[in-house]
């Protein structure tokens, strides 16, 4: 993609997992805390429809100790409507870079939201079935985001951030470069706001939950919420500076945009 929808629709939303489980050999269970942050889309629910999202998935317990055991980042491309059919572009930031295709069918079941597909499963390096359960966290109302990117091609940027709510995610990866197998250094901060007892004007506080120990980057994420606190002045399209580089805004609570 190489500029700016003209239009986003709907809501940013936050997503979390339930469970996964690899079909046939291993029931549902959950290694992981997964946090998804989604912008608005290009188009009201039809084919070839695109969001920007941040994905990031810690091992539990959650903490400062956790690990990584995927991340990634890029555009939702919407496949087909009737089933639902995403695929996930994250060929830029990817924490496992290596290269699969990650698509996924959306269904209802009991009353909840289940994607289905095939993808790899790390416990035994092969591709197989897999079922994982999702849930949307409720956004508070009037709530500010912010979505940038280090591109106005978010499948391009090579470092990418998103404040939603009480949820802030930064996430970034070295470029490419020609030797085959190198290793792309992988960072990822994630931040959670809560309220302070004191409720004055100092009452929200940002706590850094996680970091892969990029100080720069904790700063770029630092600076974004500020801005988000303090309701976002930009519009999609602006290029804003963060830390000691430009972004791209690709989405905000900015009315009008």
């Not at 969001?51 to 990634?72: A, E, H, I, Q």
């Not at 059919?85 to 009353?111: F, K, L, P, T």
Request: one cysteine or more.
């Amino acid at each position: 993609m190489s500029s700016l929808p003209s239009q986003l629709y709907g809501e940013p939303f936050i997503s979390t997992r339930e469970c996964i489980a690899w079909i046939p050999s291993t029931p549902a269970f959950e290694d992981s805390d997964v946090l998804v942050l989604s912008s608005r889309s290009t188009s009201p629910g039809e084919v070839d429809a695109m969001l920007f999202y941040l994905d990031l998935r810690l091992s539990l317990p959650l903490g400062r100790t956790s690990k990584v055991n995927w991340g990634f980042a890029g555009l939702r491309h919407t496949l087909s409507t009737s089933p639902l059919r995403y695929r996930w572009n994250h060929s830029i930031i990817d924490s496992r870079d290596d290269g699969a295709a990650d698509e996924g069918q959306m269904i209802q079941r009991d009353g909840k939201e289940i994607e289905t597909g095939i993808g790899l499963n790390p416990a035994t390096g092969q591709m197989e079935a897999y079922e994982e359960i999702w849930r949307d966290e409720p956004l508070p109302e009037g709530s500010s985001y912010i979505f940038v990117s280090s591109s106005a091609s978010v499948e391009e940027a090579t470092a990418t951030m998103a404040v939603l709510g009480p949820h802030a995610l930064a996430l970034a990866q070295e470029p490419r470069v020609e030797a085959p197998n190198t290793p792309r250094n992988f960072r990822a901060v994630r931040m959670h706001r809560r309220m302070s007892p004191v409720q004055d004007t100092q009452g929200i506080v940002w706590e850094t939950v996680f970091s892969t120990g990029s100080s720069a980057q904790e700063r770029e994420l630092k600076e974004l919420v500020e801005l988000a606190d303090q309701g976002c002045q930009y519009v999609r399209g602006n290029n804003i500076y963060l830390g000691s580089r430009s972004w791209v805004v690709w989405d905000t609570s900015r009315e009008g945009t």
